[in-house]
């Protein structure tokens, strides 16, 4: 059995925790010590039941607090050679750093990780997937555009959290910037809403047991509009797609 939950879900932090059995990781941490930690109380957690935090690029809202939160509770970090040299400020005095490999799975207690990359724009971006052996969790989010080794690696998936950064219209019409605007849009920028209903059609969907939209952003997307997509290509009603928000994130979820 694997749980999940997010500790919230934007441009102003990012954080998800994955569980089975007693092992409990957490996956990027865009928040304070004190921001984390209250956050994981909301969800009956504690950080030193914590085995380590995973990290999926440098960009500040997704690991802006992990090194201060990892040294405060000597907890080890995971992330690529890339992340580590472009998110060097604030590493001193790690209790333990290990650098991965984007394409060679490897284990924590009871999970099998695996990273995948993705393109974004950061020094060496990747997502991940989990599974215990009879279910599997992928997450997916800082991606400008579905690759077949994304489909490939997402496609047996019992659950998915699954960016919606973005609808096209709303980021075109926009207060931001035209260069910004190009950057998240981009191929290397954030996934929009139709991008990932277009994997849901790509992949074998019969065993989802739950989708989670995330990391939708407060200016150009509402949470009725990546519901709809979602539904839409997976149909079923709107409803059965979560949302994840950037306040509250989303509460334990389970693959049975």
């Given at each position: 059995?694997?749980?999940?939950?997010?500790?919230?879900?934007?441009?102003?932090?990012?954080?998800?925790?994955?569980?089975?059995?007693?092992?409990?990781?957490?996956?990027?941490c865009g928040f304070s010590i004190r921001a984390a930690t209250a956050r994981?109380?909301?969800?009956?957690?504690?950080?030193?039941?914590l085995a380590a935090i995973l990290v999926t690029h440098e960009h500040g809202?997704?690991?802006?607090?992990?090194?201060?939160?990892?040294?405060?509770?000597?907890?080890?970090?995971?992330?690529?050679?890339?992340?580590?040299?472009?998110?060097?400020?604030?590493?001193?005095?790690?209790?333990?750093?290990?650098?991965?490999?984007?394409?060679?799975?490897?284990?924590?207690?009871?999970?099998?990780?695996?990273?995948?990359?993705?393109?974004?724009?950061?020094?060496?971006?990747?997502?991940?997937?989990?599974?215990?052996?009879?279910?599997?969790?992928?997450?997916?989010?800082?991606?400008?555009?579905?690759?077949?080794?994304?489909?490939?690696?997402?496609?047996?998936?019992?659950?998915?959290?699954?960016?919606?950064?973005?609808?096209?219209?709303?980021?075109?019409?926009?207060?931001?910037?035209?260069?910004?605007?190009?950057?998240?849009?981009?191929?290397?920028?954030?996934?929009?809403?139709?991008?990932?209903?277009?994997?849901?059609?790509?992949i074998d969907s019969r065993r989802l047991q739950h989708v989670v939209a995330?990391?939708?952003?407060?200016?150009?997307?509402?949470?009725?509009?990546?519901?709809?997509?979602?539904?839409?290509?997976?149909?079923?009603?709107?409803?059965?797609?979560?949302?994840?928000?950037?306040?509250?994130?989303?509460?334990?979820?389970?693959?049975?």
């Amino acid at each position: 059995m694997i749980r999940f939950a997010s500790l919230g879900s934007g441009s102003q932090g990012n954080a998800l925790i994955v569980e089975t059995g007693a092992t409990k990781l957490l996956l990027d941490c865009g928040f304070s010590i004190r921001a984390a930690t209250a956050r994981l109380a909301r969800l009956g957690a504690a950080p030193d039941e914590l085995a380590a935090i995973l990290v999926t690029h440098e960009h500040g809202d997704h690991v802006g607090g992990v090194f201060a939160f990892a040294r405060r509770h000597r907890l080890a970090v995971y992330l690529t050679h890339g992340t580590y040299v472009a998110a060097a400020r604030g590493q001193a005095g790690l209790p333990e750093c290990r650098l991965i490999d984007a394409q060679q799975p490897f284990a924590i207690d009871g999970l099998e990780v695996q990273p995948f990359a993705v393109p974004h724009d950061a020094r060496e971006p990747v997502q991940y997937a989990f599974s215990d052996g009879d279910h599997r969790l992928g997450v997916l989010t800082d991606s400008g555009s579905i690759t077949p080794h994304i489909a490939e690696v997402l496609a047996d998936c019992d659950g998915l959290v699954l960016e919606c950064n973005h609808d096209q219209t709303l980021l075109a019409v926009s207060r931001y910037p035209a260069l910004l605007k190009q950057r998240i849009g981009g191929r290397f920028g954030h996934l929009e809403n139709e991008q990932a209903a277009d994997l849901l059609r790509q992949i074998d969907s019969r065993r989802l047991q739950h989708v989670v939209a995330a990391h939708l952003s407060q200016e150009n997307n509402r949470p009725q509009l990546a519901s709809r997509a979602l539904a839409s290509a997976l149909g079923c009603g709107e409803e059965w797609i979560g949302v994840a928000d950037q306040q509250r994130g989303f509460d334990w979820r389970q693959l049975n």
